[in-house]
């Protein structure tokens, strides 16, 4: 009896975990910087037009894991990633994989706004200019006048195009990041505490975007705040020393978490 | 509460609303019990002084809801945090409205005082009284502790108030179908038994408050009722 109904459980939970649409899923991933342990066995999937938010405190794991999506810890010559990472399914260390495709599909945002140092419409040209995405220079104006568009800066930028990318404020810049990221079609887009070095007002217009984006994208933000979390995310995952503590709907998470660790963390209590 | 904030100006915030509440439970408890001690000894002054009082838990409850504002916009609360300052909010609104029905029957004290009231209804009002200030002595009590399950005992209990209401409705239209003389005063009385019996219904909401301040959870199923009077005919019937 006991056998039946705990397979009964298992197969609806088998059911539920089909239902929901996951973009990514990390399985048992785990990293190294060198001898250091930084990522625990951690399971955690990424879902379709969901912004998942990873919070924890500092050297969590959050940016680690956050990284390991796009194999960004690839770039860092101690790290070691194990565990399986799917993309649509597909296992992302596949030898068949080829890696600039990748960070093509899960593009990627960071703290500080670091646009290149050519114009505007360089900057966001010039991804799809290497991925071969623009037939013509009429293809590629639309592609960068639809991205600058999602990105919500094209009004304020389409009459100085030629100018230089690193002449916006932080706020523009990091808009021209979004464009940037979003001008190769990307299908997942990482954001590693996008808005930490940003003022109020241009936080909330990426908060108003990332809102936006979500219905064309999968978005995972790493961000220190907890009220942004609360703002842009319907999913929110707590790291705590290398392992995930939790992962639940944001509503429940900020209103009554289930881990004590969880509630310390966002309540700003000593743990 | 488990630990301290890492702030502590944070905490002394939310122990100064602790405190508060207290304080105002404090004295809607003592204005009720004055109340009902006034309408039975027709003591027309201790009923001036609960009417007075009924001023300072008003402005308590304003000061709570201003520094519970005040609060959620400094320290953006998350979690029980969270739940704690709008509980807190909550059972203030309660305990004034609590305040609000100990001073109405005060006021009906002086309405009684000429005709007095007879000594077998006085007895039952009394005895309302003592299962409603009952209920919310305890719920007080359980806010200081927090305590979820002593909250959902609580919540059980009101039926007990309901009955007994029920009942001393039932008596008063006894009576005043015998010497309609009576009715002036039995119609204030019935008003001061619903406001007895309204103040057990405030200190459930109170335990719900509780059980959800400390579980984040709503109590589970409908509050158990057994206040029939709002079918009159039922009750006649009954005879």
Redesign the interface.
């Known amino acids: 009896m006991n056998v039946l109904t705990e397979a009964a459980t298992e197969k609806a939970l088998v059911k539920k975990m089909n239902e929901i649409n996951y973009k990514m899923v990390g399985q048992d991933v785990s990293v190294y910087y060198g001898d250091k342990r930084a990522l625990f066995d951690v399971n955690l999937g990424v879902r379709d037009n969901t912004v998942t938010a990873l919070i924890g405190p500092s050297g969590c794991g959050k940016s680690t894991f956050l990284r390991c999506l796009n194999r960004m810890n690839d770039t860092i010559q101690s790290a070691k990633v194990t565990g399986r990472i799917t993309l649509d399914g597909q296992d992302i260390h596949d030898p068949s994989i080829d890696v600039v495709e990748l960070r093509a599909r899960v593009g990627m945002v960071f703290q500080k706004p670091n646009p290149f140092p050519k114009s505007i419409y360089e900057n966001v040209a010039y991804g799809p200019r290497i991925h071969g995405l623009a037939r013509s220079k009429p293809d590629m104006d639309q592609i960068v006048e639809s991205s600058l568009q999602k990105a919500g800066l094209w009004n304020e930028v389409k009459d100085r195009l030629n100018e230089a990318g690193t002449g916006l404020s932080g706020g523009q810049q990091q808009r021209l990041c979004i464009a940037r990221a979003v001008a190769v079609s990307p299908e997942v887009i990482l954001m590693d505490e996008p808005c930490s070095a940003l003022d109020p007002i241009a936080t909330a217009r990426v908060e108003e975007l990332i809102h936006e984006l979500r219905a064309n994208y999968s978005i995972v933000i790493v961000t220190h705040s907890m009220q942004q979390a609360a703002r842009v995310s319907q999913r929110t995952a707590m790291f705590h020393l290398g392992h995930l503590v939790e992962e639940d709907d944001t509503d429940k998470m900020f209103t009554n978490p289930n881990d004590q660790r969880t509630q310390d963390y966002i309540m700003g209590r000593f743990g | 509460m ?6 502590s100006a ?1 905490d002394e915030e939310l122990k100064y609303l602790t405190r508060r509440i207290s304080e105002m439970g404090g004295l809607a408890e003592q204005m009720c019990a004055d109340a009902v001690r006034a309408l039975v000894n027709s003591d027309t002054a201790l009923a001036q002084k609960v009417i007075s009082d009924d001023v300072i838990l008003d402005s308590a409850e304003r000061e709570i809801g201003e520094k519970a504002i005040v609060t959620i916009a400094k320290r ?8 704690e300052i709008i509980g807190s909010l909550r059972i203030a609104a309660d305990l004034e409205r609590v305040g609000d029905l100990g001073k109405n029957t005060a006021k009906r004290v002086i309405a009684v005082q000429e005709t007095g009231i007879p000594r077998n209804l006085a007895r039952g009002l009394e005895h309302l009284s003592e299962l409603a200030l009952f209920q919310l002595k305890d719920v007080l009590d359980v806010y200081v502790t927090r305590s979820a399950e002593k909250a959902e005992a609580i919540r059980q209990r009101d039926e007990e108030i309901d009955a007994m209401y029920t009942s001393l409705f039932r008596e008063l239209l006894t009576y005043m179908m015998e010497d309609p003389r009576n009715i002036t005063s039995c119609t204030h009385l019935l008003f001061c038994a619903k406001n007895i019996e309204r103040i057990g219904d405030h200190a459930t909401n109170i335990a719900e408050t509780i059980y959800y301040m400390a ?3 709503q109590p589970e199923g409908e509050r158990p009722k057994d206040d029939r009077s709002n079918t009159l005919s039922a009750i006649l019937s009954d005879e």
């Open positions: 488990p630990s301290s904030h890492i702030m944070y953006q609360p998350m979690a029980a945090d969270l739940r579980t984040g959870m």
